[in-house]
């Protein structure tokens, strides 16, 4: 997951908390086979071209979550 922006404090843990209640839905609602196992963030752009996730502000400052094709 890459964070196209330098997040403010907190915003770490609070997006560490929502992936992993995520994870507890997507594992309960698949029977357990579609569980996300880790999650790894790279802030400020860094070493993000790769990452499955952008997360960048949209012209509102919130987070705009797209996936990466």
Not at 28 to 43: F, R, V
Request: with cysteine; hydrophobic share 40%; aromatic share 12%.
């Amino acid at each position: 997951m890459s964070l196209r922006y330098t997040p403010q404090t907190g915003e770490i843990a609070f997006l560490f908390d929502l992936f992993n209640r995520t994870s507890r839905i997507a594992h309960d609602a698949t029977d357990g086979t579609h569980p996300i196992g880790t999650a790894l963030y790279a802030a400020s752009n860094f070493c993000g071209a790769d990452a499955g996730i952008w997360i960048r502000p949209n012209r509102d400052v919130w987070p705009n979550l797209s996936c990466k094709v």
